[in-house]
């Protein structure tokens, strides 16, 4: 809560959006040297990443709570937006070199010209858990009854969005017979499905453990294993990510590298150990009191992960079947998809 106490105190204030972001890369950094690993020894990286404590983007805390960047010779700075559009954002405008959030935002910008490519894949499912309020369970049985509802998402245009569009054209409901609502992850979605602004929407662990233990809805569409993917989009569907500007890459293979070695080695650290002892890992306010919550909940999203970071077989073909399902800058345009992802850095970490 301190950093929407701070973040209000900046904004009424009157500073630039950019003193807003600063703000929030020192709350990053710091919650990062808490750590005990980095002290700005290394070659300096930023990464935003669409929500530090969701547990789908895990894999960025946990590097630097293991000390793996710094092994690799890496000062990694990581900073923290509610919505991966909003990463995507800082990454295309140049405040960052890296951002972890969804695979599919490389192929929406493609369409709009930019290079970005995925370079270390940490999923091979969404992680994303459609969710209807416990008072609207009765009336919301499957995607078809979102016509007339209102369905809270992280941020308009993120992958929470793409995603209940989707969900929503394939059982026959056009995305413009529901309400989409930017509602973020955390307490303002609790609270906005507690306060009945929302019908129902599209989050995440840890958000998904505590609306259960507080009883304020029901799970409609689970998508946190492969197995849920491949039910409700028809196959993989490589999601969180380490994303950055092709032209970056190829200026900085050998940082690129580093990165992804970091991040391979945290993927096969979490394949072999539990969800209480990758919890045990992440800084203590991430559990928010409940560490036998925050556990249940990384234990029901680990299937997600992918343990070399290698982009899934087919992946990338359900992501443009899903996108071109709803989106027409995508439906009608020409995707190289060979172009969204290179394997040449986890190849090599994996090797």
Known sequence: MRKTARYSALAAAG???????TACANDAAGTAADSGNGGGKGEHVKIMVGG???VIYLPAMLTQRLGYFADAGLDVELLSEPAGVQAETALVSGQVQGAVGFYDHTLDLQTKGKAVESVVQFSHAPGEVEIVSEKRAGDITSPRDFKGKKLGVT???SSTDF????LAVKNGVQVSEFTPVAVGAGPTFVSALEKGAIDGGMTTDPTVATVMEKKLGKVLVDMRTPEGSQKALGGPY???SLYMQTDWVNGHKETVQKLADAFVKTLRWMSGHSASEI???MPADYSQGDKTLY???IKSTLPMFTDDGVMPENGPETVEKVLKAFNPNIKNADIDLSKTYTTEFVKKAAG
């Open 15 to 21: 500073l630039l959006a950019l003193t807003s972001l």
């Open 52 to 54: 530090l404590d969701k």
């Open 155 to 157: 941020g308009l245009g």
């Open 163 to 166: 995603l209940t569009k989707y």
């Open 238 to 240: 490589p999601s969180s």
């Open 279 to 281: 919890a045990a890992k």
């Open 295 to 297: 556990a249940g909940a």
